[in-house]
Nanobody, 129 residues
Framework: QVQLVESGGGLAQAGGSLRLSCAAS????????MGWFRQPPGKERDFVTA????????GYAESVKGRFTISRDYAKNTMYLQMNSLKPEDTAVYYC??????????????????????WGQGTQVTVSS
């Protein structure tokens, strides 16, 4: 059974940091781009960041650029999201996802939730002001 499991969410103060992890099991995703999306309360799920299958390319939403960093550890089959300088507007449920192996590395594709075939259950991040 393929699973993506997020961890590391919680409560942080504005200006603080959190590190999210996404552990994959059931198969390796070394040939798949992976990404993070978030869904604020009452809003749609939005793209946050993605990393290519090789790890050599990344893309970020403008709202998190310079504050968030995506990375992946192939040996551990795990992806990370380092979130610094957190803002109250970062409050959301954060989801990790793995794209199909045929994803073309273009922003229009990797930023779309439709490109991702596997999803985690989500982890809550709450940033207080």
């Amino acid at each position: 059974q393929v699973q993506l499991v997020e961890s590391g969410g919680g409560l942080a103060q504005a200006g603080g940091s959190l590190r999210l992890s996404c552990a994959a099991s059931g198969r390796t995703f070394s040939n798949n781009a992976m990404g993070w999306f978030r869904q604020p309360p009452g809003k749609e799920r939005d793209f946050v960041t993605a990393i290519s299958s090789s790890g050599g390319s990344t893309g970020y939403a403008e709202s998190v650029k310079g504050r968030f960093t995506i990375s992946r550890d192939y040996a551990k089959n795990t992806m990370y999201l380092q979130m610094n300088s957190l803002k109250p507007e970062d409050t959301a449920v954060y989801y990790c996802a793995a794209a199909s192996s045929s994803l073309i590395w273009l922003r229009s594709f990797y930023s779309s939730h439709r490109s991702y075939a596997y999803w985690g259950q989500g982890t809550q991040v709450t940033v207080s002001s």
